[in-house]
C-alpha cells in the first residue's frame, strides 16, 4: 500500500474516484478504519461529544486534540490523517493559529488541520500554508459556531447564505487548501461547490455530487443511538450488540459461569 497525501486526494478527484473519510479518535479504532482501506482519517473535534461527553465542540483543548491525533497517527498506515484545530486555537489572531498548528503536526505527527470557516480566518489559512502546513476548509454547518447559529438544522436554503458559501469555496481554494468539508447543505447547492472549484469537496449531510463522504465512526457503527439525522446511515448497531455482549458478561459473572475450568490457570 502507498500512503495517501494530499496529493492523493486532488487526483482522485480528476479520476473521478471518490474520496472515504471516517472520524477516529483512538489508536485501536484507527488501526481497524485504516486496515479497512479508508482514504482520510479524520481527528475531529467531535471528540469533545463523542469522546469526553460535551454537549458541543466548544470545550475540547489543543492538548487533548494532540492526544486523540497522536494516538490515531500511531495507528494509520495508509490514510492521510487530518486533525482539527479546536475553537479557540485560531480564530483570534494568524500568529496563534500558525502555533497552534505547528503544535499539531509537532507533537501528534498528523498530515494535515483542519480549520472551520471560510473569508473570516483567511490570514490564519495562509499563515498555516505559508509555513507549509497543508489546511482543509470547512463550510456550511460549522459547530464551533454553534451558538451564532442557534441550531444544527440545515445550512444555506437562502440564496444569501448560498452565495456567500460558493465564495468561500473559491477563496479556500485559492488560498491554497488542499480540500474542503461541507456540512448540511443541500444538495444542489454542494453538487455546484464540487463543481466550481478544482480542490475535492468532501460532504457529510450534502448529498452525492461532491466528491467524497465523511460520516463519525461512532455514528455509523451504530454505537451512538441518541442521534438519528437523515444524513446518517447505520452499517450496525452496535449499541444493541455490545449491551448483549455486556448484560451476558454481567450475568455470567453473577452466576460464576465465568470464568469456568479452562479459563483459568
Ligand atoms: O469533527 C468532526 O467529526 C467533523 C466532521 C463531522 C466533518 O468535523
Ligand atoms: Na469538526
Not at 482520510?40 to 486534540?65: F, R
Not at 438544522?153 to 479556500?172: F, Q
Not at 448497531?237 to 479459563?263: C, G, H, R, W
Amino acid at each position: 500500500y502507498k500512503r495517501i497525501t494530499t496529493k492523493s486526494l486532488v487526483e482522485m478527484k480528476q479520476h473521478g474516484e471518490k474520496i472515504s473519510m471516517l472520524t477516529a479518535y483512538d489508536y485501536t479504532m484507527a488501526k481497524i478504519v485504516d486496515a479497512a482501506g479508508i482514504d482520510v482519517i479524520l481527528v475531529g473535534d467531535s471528540a469533545s461529544n463523542v469522546m469526553a461527553g460535551h454537549e458541543t465542540t466548544l470545550p475540547i483543548t489543543l492538548d487533548q486534540m494532540i492526544y486523540h491525533a497522536s494516538s490515531v497517527v500511531r495507528a494509520a498506515e495508509r490514510a492521510l490523517v487530518v486533525v482539527d484545530l479546536p475553537f479557540g486555537t485560531y480564530q483570534s489572531d494568524p500568529k496563534e493559529a500558525l502555533r497552534s498548528a505547528i503544535r499539531v503536526m509537532k507533537e501528534s505527527g498528523g498530515h494535515a488541520v483542519k480549520l472551520e470557516g471560510g473569508k473570516e480566518i483567511k490570514e490564519s489559512i495562509k499563515r498555516i500554508l505559508q509555513a507549509g502546513i497543508p489546511v482543509m476548509g470547512h463550510l456550511g454547518l460549522t459547530p464551533q459556531s454553534i451558538y451564532k447559529f442557534g441550531t444544527y438544522t440545515v445550512r444555506a436554503k437562502e440564496e444569501e447564505e448560498a452565495e456567500k458559501l460558493i465564495e468561500d469555496a473559491k477563496t479556500l481554494e485559492k488560498l491554497g487548501c488542499f480540500a474542503v468539508v461541507l456540512e448540511k447543505i443541500p444538495a444542489k447547492l454542494a453538487k455546484k461547490v464540487a463543481e466550481s472549484i478544482s480542490i475535492p469537496v468532501i460532504g457529510i449531510g450534502a448529498g452525492n455530487g461532491v466528491d467524497g463522504q465523511v460520516l463519525v465512526v461512532h455514528d455509523m457503527l451504530g454505537m451512538t443511538h441518541e442521534f438519528n439525522p437523515r444524513f446518517l446511515r447505520r452499517y450496525m448497531n452496535l449499541y444493541e450488540e455490545m449491551s448483549t455482549a455486556i448484560s451476558q458478561y454481567v450475568d455470567d459473572v453473577k452466576s460464576v459461569d465465568f470464568p469456568n475450568e479452562n479459563e483459568q490457570y
